[in-house]
């Protein structure tokens, strides 16, 4: 099951790559992740939330790095 | 800086009112607060101090201070204070007071320097966020313990001054910094904390590195963490030298040898990733354990459905400031951290947990993170307020005219959600008794009776140990009106050195495991006492011996009053709940002068003094007789078993049948004697069915029984490999019921069966077959008289069976089997009942419970003993880490022996400065050294790491002062 997530995280790439998507795309999707996860783990659905959460994680990962990219890209 | 402080005068003073109602609620009764490892140090500061004060202490059998010494400022001046009559638990109280302050403060002025537009109420809300979010709440109050607390009080303001300095590039930041962490020193007790603090640090200075991307910044950055790093490093040189010599020394690495290993350290990490590494938990800052079932009732609250909702709802705050503010440094700065720090808490676990485990295999550094939720959670929490009190203000945003309904909801929830733990004093509660209660909770009380105990010891003198009875291991509970669950605190209830409990100390557990039983199981036990220096031994009744699984303290006052009829003990004092009972034969043998040693082969143990008459002085291993071949010698070999028996769960394996094999160095004679056979009277026979064959041949016993002891007389052998079989037999049936029974049982009717003859530490094996003719599944236990027993219900532990209805409507009988371990208890029971309330009927048949005798080979030499004198000794013990030694008459070499924990780094140097390099474990825990020197002469024993010890704490008082002096200098010339 680990490789999932390594392709979650390669079709993400891909994703904001292509379409050349901005870190408050990834920030945004990885929020909607996040609600989602949340309000599961709330109704005690833990083993649905898990999952969902660790794909948000991914996406604030990704996010993050978007962000600081392109802080250093305004900063020049 | 001053500006800075001067402005917020209002705001601190509103810090410091909220963290005095906090403590004036927990201290309101007027006791102190103890638990878990950290003991309760504020019984007895000056106690505790002495623990930290210097490099070697007397506490156990004597340990190093390593890493502790860090401690010992704090410690110095809370024990100075207590001497001019403040209570322990004011002092406490004004402890844990100071710790929250500093936290506030530290955290206004981090939040202030990270977002200097934030309003004030903001700021506040980001230090109430980190006084009571989930991580503090359980890492840190729960925890209790106080290098955590004053870790987690030092960093916003360590974070703070490191910042503050690169922003403003200014050098007496990092001196600012230094004398900071030298108040917080505490903190650096903790390998973990030094680490963590400097990866913060570091990260830190390359973000802003970066940040600025100015070559004159950068020259400025690189000068500023040399200052701050050096000046770090002097101002802390009394505990980083010791410690790196410390971590260098022979004792060290076996203890990492014994203890720590890189499978070990995994083997954590992956059981702790799986219960504490999920995201969804990680991501509410909750510790899964404790929220859901380890910890203590109130905190199953927190998982229901409005408090989970509020949780995520602060989580959700902090990731919508980072999705807003993401173009913001200090956002990215913070951000950056809080991910790093979820990814690092979630330990192995999914996503990328391989990674992790990658570099946590590979660098041994990182495998301190071993637990990686409790520790990273620090930095997290750290972070996490700022971002939080950033994502209000960032809400409020949106609606002008709901700004303050937005903070007062923010503000309300983190108070009553979050703080009512810490207002109501419950976070210091527990699941385990007494701290469950929540009348009591952490709060402990400690009896009168203890001091006078201590004071009468005291003038009893300063040059002996007593053993307290009876003996556990390292968790202790005691029953006083406050009580107290958590490490055996004896080392601080009393200033002499004792013997309270066993922990996993290289040498020191080897001897302390098997004490009690030797005690109860030995008529000459003081000749074990002797070589432990133990003048007496101390019985309390105030203990819990259900939850600690301990003997019965009166048992063991009856066996003392029979040792009082045979003259080697003598009650000599009593105190409420505390008795001390003298051994007669005690002598002094702090420092002690041997020449009669008994050797053993393969190692050492404690039990061995047994063996010798009363004239045999010292034990030591055979690899050091080649250094002592002149002394009168017993010789003991234990010969190696070839097939060790396997314990699965506790459950002991009952082969019939032991291999031995010995290897003979040289052609002797050895008489040999099979050990440890527990026999009552009605069953002598059976030694007579234990069959042992020497190489091949049938040994007959040779006389009677005694002591527990069996000899087969001399057997001779040729140099070379020899072999000895056991055949041990097992008792009769030592249940008195018919072997084949039909039991009728529910859940609430339980059919015991005692167990007769029992051996308290005996192995015990039971078996039956059955069949369940009517109704459920049913437990079968081996309940004994000490098994623990909460809220009226016995709590199960291992081993028991839960044997199902597979028999049920069945013909056949199925058979079931399992092992014992007896846990010190004065009975036993076998005992049976049905899984649930409908009525159980159960056909048993050849029900059997049988003791397994297991004897221990052991041969014996004996040379003939010569009369050879013994020089004189005196000696002053200076402090816990020198002795000067006068030394008369020698004529012939000896071995001068110290009854402290054997450690590589004690050096013996004759009067000349000649240094003695024969050094070697005597007395299986002891320091001994052979001196071949004769006449009169003088030598000094000294534990070499105090001299380090001295030369930093020079170092560093020269560094702290040269740091405040430059300090108000530049103050002065700024004027």
Known sequence: MEIIYWAILAVWIIVIWTLKKKASFSMKVALGFFVLAAVLTVLTLRNLAEPLMRVSFIGWLIGILQAVWEYIRNSE | ?975
């Open chain 2, 1 to 975: 800086m001053k500006l800075f402080i001067a402005g917020q005068r209002s705001f601190f003073i509103l810090i410091a009112l909220l963290a005095g109602i906090l403590v004036s609620i927990w201290f309101r009764e007027g006791n102190i607060l103890g638990t878990a490892e950290a003991i309760i140090p504020f019984h007895n500061l000056e106690r505790y101090k002495d623990k930290t004060a210097w490099a070697w202490t007397d506490f156990q059998l004597g340990s190093t201070s390593s890493l502790t010494v860090a401690s010992a400022p704090s410690w110095w001046l809370l024990s100075e204070i207590q001497k001019l009559g403040i209570p322990g638990y004011i002092l406490q109280a004004f402890t844990f007071w100071f710790l929250f302050i500093s936290a506030g403060v530290g955290m206004y002025g981090l939040t202030k320097l990270l977002f200097p537009n934030l309003a004030q109420k903001y700021v506040l809300l980001a230090v109430l966020f980190y006084w009571f979010n989930p991580l503090s709440m359980v890492n840190v109050w729960n925890r209790f313990l106080y290098n955590y607390m004053v870790f987690w009080a030092a960093l916003p303001i360590l974070l703070f001054l490191f910042i503050w300095g690169l922003q403003k590039r200014s050098f007496i930041a990092g001196i600012i910094f230094g004398i900071a962490t030298y108040i917080f020193s505490y903190a650096f007790t903790s390998y973990v904390f030094n680490f963590l603090m400097w990866l913060l640090l570091a990260f830190t200075w390359l973000f802003f590195i970066l940040a600025f991307r100015k070559k004159e910044f950068t020259f400025f950055a690189i000068k500023y963490i040399l200052l701050t790093l050096s000046f770090f490093i002097l101002v802390h040189a009394w505990w980083i030298i010791p410690t790196f010599q410390f971590v260098q020394s022979e004792n060290t690495a076996k203890e990492l040898s014994l203890f720590i290993t890189t499978e070990g350290n995994l083997y954590t990490l992956n059981i702790l990733s799986r219960k504490l590494g999920n995201l969804i938990d990680i991501l509410r800052f909750m510790h899964r354990g404790f929220y859901q079932g380890e910890g203590p009732a109130w905190s199953a609250a927190f998982n229901t459905f409005l408090p989970g909702l509020i949780l995520f709802g602060f989580t959700g705050t902090i990731l919508w400031v980072i999705y807003q503010l993401r173009s913001k440094l200090s956002v990215l700065y913070l951000t950056i951290i809080f991910f790093f720090g979820l990814y690092i808490a979630k330990g192995s676990n999914q996503p990328f947990g391989e990674v992790f485990q990658y570099f946590f295999t590979r660098l041994s550094v990182l495998q301190i993170l071993r637990d990686p939720f409790e520790k990273i959670g620090f930095i997290t929490a750290l972070v996490s307020a700022p971002l939080f009190a950033a994502g209000v203000s960032q809400l409020g945003e949106y609606s002008k005219k709901a700004v303050l309904i937005i903070f007062s909801v923010f503000f309300l929830l983190v108070l009553a959600v979050l703080g009512f733990p810490f207002f109501s004093g419950l976070v210091f509660t527990s699941v385990t008794p007494p701290n469950n209660n929540y009348k009591v909770g952490f709060q402990v009380k400690v009896p009168s009776y203890y001091k006078e105990a201590d004071t009468w010891l005291q003038r009893q003198g300063k040059n002996f140990r007593f053993i307290s009875l009876p003996l556990g291991d390292e968790g202790m509970t005691y029953k006083w009106e406050k009580g107290y669950q958590g490490i055996e605190p004896s080392e601080i209830l009393f200033s002499t050195p004792n013997i309270s409990f066993n922990t996993t100390i290289p040498y020191y557990s080897q001897v302390v495991e098997g004490l009690e039983k030797l005690f109860v199981r030995e008529p000459d036990f003081s000749k074990v006492a002797n070589l432990l220096n133990v003048k007496f031994l101390l019985t309390r009744s105030d203990i819990d011996i259900r939850e600690r699984r301990l003997r019965d303290p009166q048992v063991i006052e009856k066996l003392l009053a029979e040792r009082e009829e045979e003259g080697s003990f003598k009650k000599v004092a009593q105190f409420e709940k505390l008795k001390l009972w003298e051994n007669t034969s005690w002598a002094d043998r702090t420092v002690y002068a041997a020449n009669k040693p008994i050797f053993t082969f393969p190692q050492s143990k404690i039990s061995d003094v047994l063996w010798g008459n009363e004239h045999y002085d010292v034990l030591l291993s055979t690899d050091t007789r080649k250094e002592i071949d002149s002394m009168s010698v017993v010789t003991i070999l234990y010969p190696e078993e070839e097939k060790k028996e396997t314990l699965i769960d506790e459950i002991p394996s009952f082969e019939h049948k032991k291999e031995y094999k010995i290897n003979a160095e040289k052609d002797a004679d050895y008489e040999l004697i099979l050990d440890n056979v527990i026999l009552e009277a009605n069953e002598a026979s059976i030694a007579a069915n234990i069959k042992v064959i020497v190489d091949d041949k049938i040994a007959l016993q040779k006389g009677q029984i005694q002591n527990n002891k069996i000899s087969y007389g001399l057997f001779n052998f040729s140099p070379g490999q020899h072999k000895i079989i056991i055949e041990r037999p097992v008792t009769e049936n030592l249940l008195s019921v018919p072997r084949d029974l039909i039991i009728s049982t529910n859940q609430d009717k339980k059919i015991s069966y005692e167990i007769n003859n029992f051996d308290p530490y005996g192995k015990y094996f039971i078996q039956f077959n059955y069949i369940i003719s009517s109704g459920s599944d049913f437990t079968f236990i081996f309940n004994q008289s000490n098994d623990m027993v909460r809220n009226n219900n016995l709590v199960l532990q291992a081993p028991n069976f839960n044997l199902l209805t597979k028999g049920k409507n069945s013909t056949s009988f199925i058979f079931a089997k399992g092992g014992f371990n007896a846990q010190r208890s004065e009975g036993a029971n076998a005992m049976f009942w049905a899984n649930s309330v409908m009525p159980t009927e159960i056909i048993l048949k050849n029900l059997s419970v049988n003791r397994l005798i297991d004897p221990l080979p052991i041969l014996i030499s004996q040379n003939s003993l010569l009369d050879s004198p013994l020089p004189k000794i005196t000696y002053i013990k200076h402090n816990p880490t020198k002795y000067s030694i006068q030394i008369k008459a020698a004529d012939k070499p000896f071995i001068l022996v110290l009854s402290e924990l054997f450690n590589s780094s004690w050096e013996a140097t004759l009067d000349d400065g000649t240094r003695i390099n024969k050094h070697f474990l005597a007395n299986t825990y002891a320091n001994g050294w052979l001196v071949e020197r004769s006449g009169d002469f003088n030598l000094t024993l000294e534990f070499a790491p105090q001299r380090v010890l001295e030369a930093g704490k020079i170092v560093s008082f020269l560094s702290l002062a040269a740091g405040l002096v430059y300090i108000i200098v530049r103050k002065l010339l700024w004027r």
